[in-house]
C-alpha cells in the first residue's frame, strides 16, 4: 500500500499557539488526504479532509494544506485549547493506512 | 457522515476463550467495514476488510482462523477472536467508508486476555 510518514511523533505547544503536523507520501495518483482525531480511549474522527484539486481548506482553528508537487499535507490548528490534547493520524486515500500517529499535548 | 455502533467498548476474558466484538453501521448500508488493531501508543493497523455476503480480506500476517469475519448483512460485521491468548489483548476498532465523509469508526472495544 501507499507509504505516509507523518512528523512529529509528540508535539508540545502552549494554550494559544499554533500546531502543525505534516505527512508525506509517495503515490502521485493519491487523491484523497483526510485527517482524524483520537482521544484516548476512543475511535478516530474525521476532522478534516482535502482533495487533490484544491490546495488548503479550513474549517474555523483547523486547516489542511496541500502541496502536491512535493507529495505533502499538512494539518494546522490555530489558537489552540488543551481539548486539542489528542493523537492525530493522517491517512491517504482510501487505502485507509495511517500514519504514525502525532500525540498533541496543549499545556494550559 | 455514518453513524457507527461497536460494542462491547471492553471486554475481559479467560485466556482460550472466544470473543465476539459487533460493529453497527446505524444510518447507512455498509457493504464494506474495515477492521483495525491499535497498540497503546502505536497507530491503527488495518487486520482485515470485511465484506457483506462474502469471505473477509485479510492483511498479510493476520490469521484468518484467529480472527474471525461475518458480514451477514449490510449494517453488521462481527469480528470474533478465537482461542484467545494475552498477546490478543490490544484496541480493536471497527470503520465505515461513509461516501464523501471519509471513514467512520466506531468507538474502539478494549479487549484485555488473562
Known amino acids: 500500500g501507499e507509504n505516509v510518514e507523518q512528523h512529529p511523533s509528540t508535539l508540545s505547544v502552549q494554550e494559544g499557539d499554533s500546531a502543525v503536523i505534516k505527512c508525506t507520501y509517495s503515490d502521485s495518483a493519491s487523491n484523497y488526504f483526510p485527517w482524524y482525531k483520537q482521544e484516548l480511549g476512543k475511535g478516530p474522527q474525521l476532522i478534516i479532509d482535502?482533495?487533490?484539486?484544491?490546495g488548503e481548506k479550513k474549517d474555523q482553528r483547523i486547516a489542511v494544506t496541500l502541496n502536491k508537487t512535493a507529495k505533502h499535507f499538512s494539518l494546522h490548528i490555530t489558537e489552540t485549547q488543551p481539548e486539542d490534547s489528542a493523537v492525530y493520524f493522517c491517512?491517504?486515500?482510501?487505502?485507509?493506512?495511517f500514519g504514525a500517529g502525532t500525540r498533541l499535548t496543549v499545556k494550559p | 457522515g455514518a453513524v457507527v455502533s461497536q460494542h462491547p467498548s471492553r471486554v475481559i476474558c479467560k485466556s482460550g476463550t472466544s470473543v465476539k466484538i459487533e460493529c453497527r453501521s446505524l444510518?447507512?448500508?455498509?457493504?464494506?467495514m474495515f477492521w483495525y488493531r491499535q497498540f497503546p501508543k502505536q497507530s491503527l493497523m488495518l487486520m482485515a476488510t470485511?465484506?457483506?455476503?462474502?469471505?473477509?480480506?485479510?492483511e498479510q500476517g493476520v490469521e484468518k482462523d484467529k480472527f474471525l469475519i461475518n458480514h451477514a448483512s449490510l449494517t453488521l460485521s462481527t469480528l470474533t477472536v478465537t482461542s484467545a491468548h494475552p498477546e490478543d489483548s490490544s484496541f480493536y476498532i471497527c470503520?465505515?467508508?461513509?461516501?464523501?465523509?471519509?471513514?467512520?469508526f466506531g468507538s474502539g472495544t478494549r479487549l484485555t486476555v488473562v
Open positions: 470503520s465505515v467508508a461513509s461516501g464523501n465523509y471519509g471513514y467512520t
Open positions: 491517512a491517504i486515500n482510501n487505502d485507509m493506512r
Open positions: 444510518d447507512f448500508q455498509a457493504t464494506t
Open positions: 482535502i482533495r487533490s484539486n484544491v
Open positions: 470485511s465484506n457483506e455476503g462474502s469471505k473477509a480480506t485479510y
